[in-house]
C-alpha cells in the first residue's frame, strides 16, 4: 500500500478497518510486554475477522492465547490477568456471546475497582463485535452497547473508521480501566487513511466527521457511515447536516453534541441498535435537560426497530436505519 | 509438625473463630448493616492453605470470606472497619462483608457472585506464568461454586495451560440452604479433576494438619510449573448460610448440637496438647492474645470516622 502525507506531517497509509486494529495490536504489543491477546480462533486463524492475522508468528503462543469456547472463562481470566498486573486483550467474538460472560464483565471487572474502595485496577479490553448487515441472524448480530453503558465502571468504545479504529485500540490498550471495545463486522473491509507509527485517540472526545449548520446527526459506529452519505444528499437538496461521531458512548463528549446543538438548533440521534432503552435515549434527554431553550424542534431518535435481527438481505435492511431514513427523518425535523 | 507450625495454625484458626463471634455480636447490636455469612467452622482450610502462600501469592474468596483474609494476614482493626462503613475499611466502606480485598497482602476480593472468583484466581495464575514468576494463586470456593460454569470453564483452561493455580472446594454440606446430597449425584467431587486432567485431592477439611499437608504439595507443585490442583475439602458450617438464616432446610438436633460435634478449632486444641507441641496454658495464653488483637481491632474501628460520602466519578474509574 502507498504511503501518504497528511498536512500535519505524520505519515498515513490506506488501510481496512481490521488492519488497522491488527495495526493497533501489533504496536501495543511490541511496545509492552505485558500485553497479550486471549480469544478464540485468534492464533492460525487470525480471528474471526482477521483482526489477530499474524501476531501468532510474531508473537508466540504465550502472547498470543487461543483458548476453548469458554467465554466467562476467558474474560474472567482476563479480569484477574489484569488485576494482577497484564494488560490483557480479551476477543469476544461475538457481542451477542458476552451473556455467556456478562457476570465477569458487570459484577467483576467493572465494579472491582469501586468495591474495593480504590485499591484495584482494571486494564482489561474487550474487543468485540456487532451489528447487522451479514445475514447472520438474531444471534450473531446485535447491537448491545446500551447495556454496557449502564454499568458505571466500564467505558465503551465505538470506532466507525480506521483511523479512530487504531488510535481509539491503543488508547484502550493503555487505559486503566475496563473497555469494551465493540468493532462492527460490516466495517471491517472499509478503507481508510490511517497514521503510521504510534497513533492515539483519546477515549471521551467526540469527532465532529462533517461540519453542518442545519441540524446535528449524532451516530457512532456504521450508522456514522450512513449519516455522512445522507448528509451529501441533504446537502444537494439543500440542507446542511453536522455529523458527529461520539466515538466513545462512555466517557461521553457531552460538551461537543451541546456546543453543536446550540448552533443548529436540531438533534438527531442516530444507532442501528434498536430504539426502546437505546443509548439515543440517554443523548436525547441530555440535550432536553440540559439545552431545551436552544431547541427549534424535538429531540429526535432514528434507531432500529425493536425485534430481533432477521436472516433474509432484505429483512435485515428492513430493521435498521438506512441512507434514505435518515434523510426522511432530516427533511421531516426541518420542514 | 512442629511446634511453631502447629502454633501459628492455631492462632490464625482461633482468630478467625472469634473474629467470627465478634461479628455476630455487633451484628446483634445492628452496628453491621447488610449481611454477614460466617465461616466458624471451616477455619482449617483457609489456615491450612493460606500458611504456604506468601503475601505476593494471590487468592480470591467467596461471601464466605472473613477467613480468607485473615488466614491472608488481613488487618483486624480495617477489616471491623470495613463491617462498621468506617473510611479506614479494606474498601473504605464501599464493599462491606462480601468484597473485602487487600492486594497487599494478594487478596483479590472477597465476592459476592457463587463461583465468581473462580476464573479471576485463574487469570493471577496466567500473570504469574506469564512474567515467569513462581507466584501462586488459589481460588477458595464452596460446593455451591463447583456447580457453576466458571468452574468447569476455569479448571479447563488451567489445565490446558499449566497454570499455577489451586481450585480450593470449601464443601460445607450446603449451597445456601440445599444439601450436597441434592446437588451432586457423585459422593466424591475431587473426583471431577480426572476429568480436566488435573490432581483431585479429597481431604478432611476438620484436620488442619491433612489440609497443610495435602497444600503443601500442591503449592509445591504449582511453584514447581506442573499445573493445577482440585483440592475439595469436606467440611461443615457451624451457621446458617447468613446472619439470622432460620435454617428450615436442618433439623432441631442439626442447628443446635453439631458445632459442638464439627470444631476443627477445638480438635486443633487437643491434639496440640496431646501430641506435647504446647501446654494448655500456652493455648490460653494464645487464645487470650487473639481475644485482646480482636477487642484492639473491634475499637479501632469504632473509633475511625464513617466513611467519607462517594465521590463520583473519581472512585469509579482509575482514569478518565
Not at chain 1, 183 to 205: A, D, F, N
Not at chain 2, 117 to 129: F, M
Not at chain 2, 229 to 240: K, N, W
Request: charged letters at 25%; proline letters at 4%.
Amino acid at each position: 500500500m502507498q504511503a501518504t502525507e497528511t498536512r500535519t506531517g505524520v505519515a498515513t497509509r490506506e488501510m481496512f478497518y481490521n488492519e488497522a486494529l491488527n495495526d493497533a495490536l501489533r504496536g501495543e504489543m511490541r511496545r509492552d510486554d505485558r500485553v497479550l491477546v486471549i480469544g478464540e480462533d485468534i492464533a492460525e486463524h487470525g480471528g474471526a475477522f482477521q483482526v489477530t492475522a499474524g501476531l501468532l508468528d510474531e508473537f508466540g503462543p504465550t502472547r498470543v492465547r487461543q483458548t476453548p469456547i469458554s467465554e466467562i472463562g476467558i474474560v474472567g481470566a482476563g479480569v484477574g490477568a489484569a488485576l494482577t498486573g497484564l494488560r490483557p486483550v480479551v476477543e469476544l467474538m461475538y457481542v451477542d456471546f458476552a451473556g455467556l460472560a456478562m457476570d465477569q464483565i458487570l459484577n467483576q471487572a467493572a465494579q472491582n475497582r469501586f468495591m474495593f474502595g480504590g485499591q484495584a485496577r482494571v486494564p482489561l479490553v474487550v474487543r468485540t463485535q456487532g451489528g447487522s448487515g451479514r445475514g447472520n441472524a438474531a444471534q450473531h448480530s446485535k447491537s448491545l452497547e446500551a447495556w454496557f453503558t449502564h454499568v458505571p465502571g466500564l467505558k465503551v468504545v465505538m470506532p466507525a473508521t480506521p483511523a479512530d479504529a487504531k488510535g481509539l485500540l491503543t488508547a484502550s490498550i493503555r487505559d486503566d480501566d475496563p473497555v469494551m471495545f465493540i468493532e462492527h463486522k460490516l466495517l471491517y473491509r472499509t478503507k481508510g487513511q490511517v497514521p503510521e507509527g504510534e497513533h492515539l485517540v483519546p477515549l471521551g472526545v467526540a469527532d465532529v466527521k462533517r461540519r453542518g449548520k442545519d441540524l446535528t446527526i449524532v451516530s457512532w459506529s456504521r450508522e456514522v457511515l450512513f449519516a455522512l452519505e445522507a448528509a451529501t444528499k441533504l446537502a444537494a437538496d439543500g440542507v446542511d447536516a453536522e455529523v458527529i461521531d461520539l466515538r466513545t458512548l462512555v466517557p461521553l463528549d457531552k460538551d461537543a453534541v451541546l456546543s453543536s446543538v446550540r448552533r443548529t438548533h436540531r438533534l438527531l440521534v442516530l444507532h442501528e441498535a434498536v430504539k426502546r432503552g437505546g443509548y439515543g435515549a440517554e443523548i436525547a434527554a441530555t440535550i432536553a435537560e440540559e439545552a431545551f431553550d436552544d431547541l427549534d424542534a424535538p429531540p429526535r431518535r432514528l434507531a432500529g426497530l425493536e425485534t430481533p435481527i432477521p436472516y433474509a438481505q432484505h429483512l435485515e435492511k428492513s430493521v435498521v436505519p438506512q441512507v434514505e431514513d435518515i434523510v426522511r427523518v432530516a427533511k421531516e425535523m426541518l420542514s | 509438625m512442629d511446634k511453631a507450625t502447629a502454633l501459628d495454625l492455631y492462632r490464625v484458626m482461633r482468630t478467625i473463630r472469634r473474629f467470627e463471634q465478634r461479628s455476630t455480636q455487633l451484628f446483634g447490636e445492628n452496628k453491621i448493616w447488610g449481611t454477614i455469612h460466617s465461616y466458624a467452622g471451616e477455619e482449617a482450610i483457609a489456615a491450612g492453605v493460606c500458611a504456604h502462600l506468601r503475601d505476593d501469592d494471590w487468592i480470591t474468596s467467596t461471601h464466605r470470606g472473613h477467613g480468607h483474609c485473615i488466614a491472608k494476614r488481613a488487618d483486624l482493626g480495617r477489616m471491623f472497619a470495613e463491617l462498621l462503613g468506617r473510611e479506614a475499611g479494606y474498601c473504605r466502606g464501599r464493599g462491606g462483608s462480601m468484597h473485602i480485598a487487600d492486594t497487599s497482602k494478594g487478596n483479590l476480593g472477597a465476592n459476592g457472585i457463587v463461583g465468581g472468583g473462580i476464573p479471576i484466581a485463574t487469570g493471577a495464575a496466567l500473570t504469574a506464568k506469564q512474567l515467569g514468576t513462581d507466584q501462586v494463586a488459589v481460588a477458595f470456593f464452596g460446593d455451591g461454586a463447583a456447580n457453576q460454569g466458571t468452574f468447569h470453564e476455569s479448571l479447563n483452561l488451567a489445565a490446558i495451560w499449566k497454570l499455577p493455580v489451586l481450585y480450593v472446594c470449601e464443601n460445607n454440606q450446603y449451597a445456601e440452604s440445599l444439601p450436597v446430597k441434592r446437588a451432586f449425584a457423585t459422593e466424591d467431587i475431587a473426583k471431577r479433576a480426572e476429568g480436566y486432567g488435573m490432581p483431585g485431592v479429597r481431604v478432611d477439611g476438620r484436620d488442619v494438619r491433612a489440609v497443610y499437608g495435602v497444600a503443601a504439595e500442591a503449592v509445591a507443585r504449582a511453584r514447581r510449573g506442573e499445573g493445577p490442583t482440585l483440592i475439595v475439602a469436606d467440611s461443615y458450617r457451624h451457621e446458617g448460610h447468613y446472619y439470622g438464616d432460620p435454617r428450615k432446610y436442618q433439623s432441631k438436633d442439626e442447628v443446635e448440637g453439631w458445632r459442638e460435634r464439627f470444631d476443627p478449632v477445638a480438635d486443633a486444641r487437643r491434639w496440640i496438647a496431646e501430641d506435647g507441641l504446647a501446654t494448655e496454658a500456652e493455648l490460653d495464653a494464645i487464645d487470650r492474645k487473639v481475644d485482646a488483637e480482636m477487642e484492639k481491632g473491634v475499637a479501632f474501628a469504632e473509633a475511625s470516622p464513617l466513611a467519607s460520602p462517594i465521590r463520583i466519578p473519581e472512585e469509579v474509574y482509575a482514569s478518565h
